[in-house]
């Protein structure tokens, strides 16, 4: 777990000759790519716990899915990748939404302790599973085009870089559009914000959850799909991104979506400049560190209004 | 006494009697191993079930206090010379220490914010245990503990180490007990339910809260330290987060809030690994599938069950 | 009479609510104190600020002579101050005896190490928290319902055992919020006689109440609060003749008739 790979910008680059500025540039770049990934992990995170107050540790196993998906789709039934993508996304949200109506509905307890619980073993489960198909060895899932990098303020930039940051973008988009403009979005607004007004208005509360959860399971795809070719590909890979996905969410403000994103980029920026300027060698500790501290300091996270709810 | 009373410590004689029995019908060290660790784990499950079933949070970082009591004894004992029964005390007291520091700020809010910290914490001490290793020994580990000695008498065998941390669990048990058929216990349960009214009655819901966390922590050290003496060897795999995640497990699984729960379902799920390692290739899945399909339809664990079965109205067994 | 409780310039807002302004009051001991008003006008919050459940923007709190403003709720419990709630509270997974013997907290002492180690002072102070409790069970009405878990208690039950887990630890002053809503008028009566006998033994009783031929009835002062101010202060038969209560409470479109 210690020595997973993220954005491959690592103190070498020091050595090289390249100037300071350039440096800095090279570690936001680097920062905000996997910050990016960090932001969609965290917003699956909020969706399901806005609409079920459940902390979903499966979160990053839909993750670790969404690259195994798109592996297979390219490799196993040969799909072009402009097919793959897409088709490894919506898989994983039918297994997100599966996950809902076969483990957390049908629980006999409503006990968030418990449902949180449900959601660990899933996870468990669902690794097992993944090692079963996909095996232990890392597999490579490429690029989603060619590789030409590009140099932009002294900072080499590649097109997976531009396609991390571009679909992270899209999806916010996505998701902005779908809560605020359709009628199923909006309900399931109403469900989070209060579940029996809304099911006096006829909103299906169950279902509401459902989509979340499959939404949720979109989003860990959509990182999945991004991230993967840039650091390697296997079925635990989800585990340390999920955990600081995680961290980028108490970071924002659990369940706050604009503190999901802005937690997620200060998070990746945080933890790149900190293993390009200080040491690599506790990269992995700085997100923990971090959310320690937030919970310290501020336990309303950086869009907590005010400091915690106290008892 | 009251008759629940005396129905626990009939349970813990009842306990003791089959432990006392159990090396002669088992005499294969492997067995016995198994057992030993069995103690350990019913060790930290037993502090953990306080926290877990009677105050209502839930720790993700048990195996760091774990690891903590761990890496304490074995490098002073094992570097420093220092006497292994007071450096398991001191262990004790800092990992207190540092229970109380990640308590304080995370108890005192609403909502579940001691998972969140716990969680961090463990993944934080994992790195350390990992990268520190001028002193830990780093990923490969640190050896050259020298064993606990009893009277003169090192405990330096599974047999010797069996009495010792089964003598210990009993011993455990029996304050968790004491605590929770006492006013204090009877504050916990009470703010469990309704932080208001506990308050509102007399009981200072913020201290109870950090206490009962660190007693927690403290049961976990002390297993910790045990462990590093009876194996000689800690590194820092044992004390993961999957750790603390199996550890939960075991409360959940025997039942959250009884004590009898927490010996259960470490007995259950300690050998578990083990027993499928003939299936290693579905392991995780199995392990994953019973545990899953467990929490779905005996959400009250195995022995929550039995209970509610035999004693519908009247409360806990133990 | 001096006051045992004495709430100064009580303010505090909700967002755009002033929910109390200035508000200020005195409770003796051994005499009932109603806090009145239509719904919203802040008597719950009021009682809320007093027992440290939230803090209000400015005003002093002085109970027995102590400044107690900000004191968390089982230091005020430990001072002889304990409450009831108006939506029930109690801890319903616990029988009805060990939610009495909760209640006697505030009168007991020993901490973690002391009952791990199952000192012998606790078995003997253990004892009298039984005893005690059993005392309150029998004061009202509960001792047949001892085992049994109080969440499965009758509404009316509930409440009776929320009384007697606030009296249980000798209190100096009780706050009572509600105690008799959603009650049937025989419960209510009943319920009445216990609150004058709690008064008659010199405890200080202040009574948010909607009911008001209870009110009337049992308290030897009544305070009117309306929007968060208090409009009238007074003995009984003088707050029924009040114009402006009355005025609040026709406007109020409250059940006036009830006051005769």
């Not at chain 1, 949180?116 to 489960?125: E, K, P, Q, R």
């Not at chain 2, 950090?210 to 049961?219: I, L, T």
């Not at chain 3, 508000?23 to 051994?30: E, I, K, M, Q, V």
């Not at chain 3, 001792?143 to 249980?168: I, M, S, T, V, W």
């Amino acid at each position: 777990m210690q020595n997973a790979r993220l954005g491959r910008v690592g103190p070498k680059e020091r050595e090289s000759g390249v100037s300071f500025g350039e440096q800095i540039a090279q570690y936001v770049v680097s920062g905000l790519t996997t910050g990016a990934v960090y932001a969609l992990v965290a917003l699956g995170f909020c969706l399901i716990y806005n609409a079920t107050r459940i902390v979903n540790f499966a979160q990053g196993d839909f993750l670790s899915l969404g690259g195994l998906m798109a592996y297979t789709f390219l490799t196993g039934a040969g799909l072009p990748m402009i097919l793959a993508f897409p088709c490894a996304v919506v898989s994983v949200a039918l297994v997100g939404a599966l996950l809902e109506r076969l483990a957390i509905r049908p629980a006999k307890s409503r006990q968030v302790m418990v449902l949180i619980f449900i959601t660990i073993a899933a996870s468990i489960l669902m690794r097992g599973i993944f090692k079963h198909l996909w095996g232990k060895e890392a597999l490579a899932l490429p690029p989603l085009s060619p590789e030409v990098p590009l140099k932009v303020l002294g900072a080499t930039l590649t097109p997976q870089n531009l396609w991390v940051l571009g679909m992270t973008l899209a999806a916010i988009v996505a998701l902005l559009w779908f809560f605020n403009r359709t009628l199923t979005g909006k309900a399931m607004r109403a469900t989070a914000i209060n579940p029996s007004a809304a099911a006096l208005m006829g909103i299906d509360a169950n279902r509401m959850t459902m989509y979340s959860f499959g939404l949720a399971g979109g989003l860990g795809a959509l990182a999945g799909v991004l991230i993967t070719p840039i650091t390697s590909l296997s079925y635990e890979v989800g585990v340390i991104m999920g955990l600081k996905g995680f961290a980028a969410a108490v970071l924002g403000g659990y369940g706050s979506f604009v503190g999901a994103i802005l937690g997620g980029l200060v998070l990746g920026l945080i933890e790149s400049l900190t293993a390009g300027l200080v040491s690599s060698v506790y990269k992995d500790a700085v997100a923990f560190v971090v959310l320690l501290l937030v919970l310290f300091l501020r336990p309303g996270g950086l869009m907590g209004v005010k400091s915690g709810d106290r008892v | 006494m009251t008759s629940s009373g005396k129905r626990f410590y009939a349970g813990l004689l009842a306990l003791a009697v089959l432990l006392a029995l159990l090396p002669l019908a088992v005499s294969n060290p492997y067995y016995l191993n198994v057992f030993n660790v069995v103690a350990l784990n019913v060790m930290v499950v037993t502090g953990l079930n306080l926290l877990i079933g009677y105050a209502g949070h839930i720790s993700l970082g048990h195996a760091a206090f774990f690891g903590l009591g761990a890496y304490i004894s074995g490098i002073l004992t094992g570097s420093y010379g220092w006497e292994p029964w007071l450096t398991l005390i001191f262990a004790a007291a800092v990992v207190a220490l540092v229970a109380t520091i990640i308590g304080v700020p995370t108890l005192r809010l609403k909502g579940n914010y001691l998972v969140m910290a716990t969680l961090g914490f463990n993944l934080i001490v994992s790195v350390l245990m990992v990268q520190l290793d001028d002193i830990t020994g780093g990923p490969s580990g640190y050896s050259g503990i020298p064993p606990l000695s009893l009277f003169g008498h090192a405990i330096a065998t599974d047999q010797s180490f069996y009495w010792l941390a089964w003598g210990l669990v009993l011993v455990g048990l029996g304050l968790a007990r004491n605590l929770v058929h006492s006013r204090v216990g009877r504050g916990l349960k009470a703010l469990h339910e309704s932080p208001l009214a506990a308050a509102a009655s007399g009981v200072p819901i913020e201290a109870y809260k950090v206490k009962v966390f660190v007693v927690s922590a403290v049961y976990a050290s002390v297993a910790g330290s045990l462990y590093a003496h009876y194996y000689g060897i800690i590194t820092p795999a044992t004390f993961d987060i999957f750790k603390s995640v199996e550890l939960v497990t075991m409360c959940i699984i025997g039942g959250m809030g009884s004590l009898w729960g927490g010996l259960f379902g470490a007995a259950l799920i300690t050998p578990l690994p083990q027993l499928l390692a003939v299936v290693e290739e579905y392991k995780d899945i199995i392990f994953g599938g019973i545990l899953l399909v467990l929490l779905i339809f005996l959400p009250q664990g195995v022995v929550g069950w039995l209970e509610g079965k035999r004693m519908r109205p009247g409360g806990r067994a133990f | 009479m001096a006051a045992l409780l004495r709430i100064e310039g009580l303010s505090i807002r909700f967002g755009g609510l002033q929910a109390l302004e200035d508000f200020s009051l005195a409770a003796p001991a051994g005499s009932i104190t109603a806090l009145i008003g239509p719904n919203g006008a802040g008597k719950t919050t009021a009682i809320n600020c007093v027992s440290g459940v939230i803090a209000p923007d400015s005003g002093a709190v002085d109970f027995d002579g102590e400044a107690v403003l900000g004191l968390p709720g089982h230091k005020l419990a430990r001072l002889g101050l304990t409450r009831t709630f108006q939506n029930l509270q109690v801890f319903g997974l616990m029988n009805v005896r060990e939610n009495v013997m909760v209640g006697l907290h505030a009168d007991s002492h020993g901490g973690f190490s002391a009952a791990m180690l199952r000192l012998p002072f606790l078995r003997r102070q253990e004892a009298a928290i039984r005893e005690r409790a059993d005392e309150m069970l029998a004061l009202f009405g509960l001792e047949e319902l001892a085992g049994q878990p109080a969440g499965e208690l009758a509404y009316g039950d509930q409440k009776r055992l929320e009384l007697a887990r606030a009296l249980a630890a000798r209190p100096k002053m009780m706050l009572l919020d509600e105690p008799v809503a959603g009650l049937n008028p025989a419960e209510t009566e009943q319920l009445g006689e216990l609150i004058v006998k709690i008064k008659d033994q010199g405890i200080g009783v202040v009574l948010v109440e909607h009911d008001m031929a209870l009110v009337m009835r049992i308290s030897d002062q009544v305070a009117v609060l309306s929007g968060g101010k208090l409009i009238a202060q007074g003995p009984p038969d003088r707050i029924q003749q009040n114009p402006e209560v009355i005025r609040t409470y026709l406007g109020g479109g409250e059940e006036f008739g009830l006051l005769a």
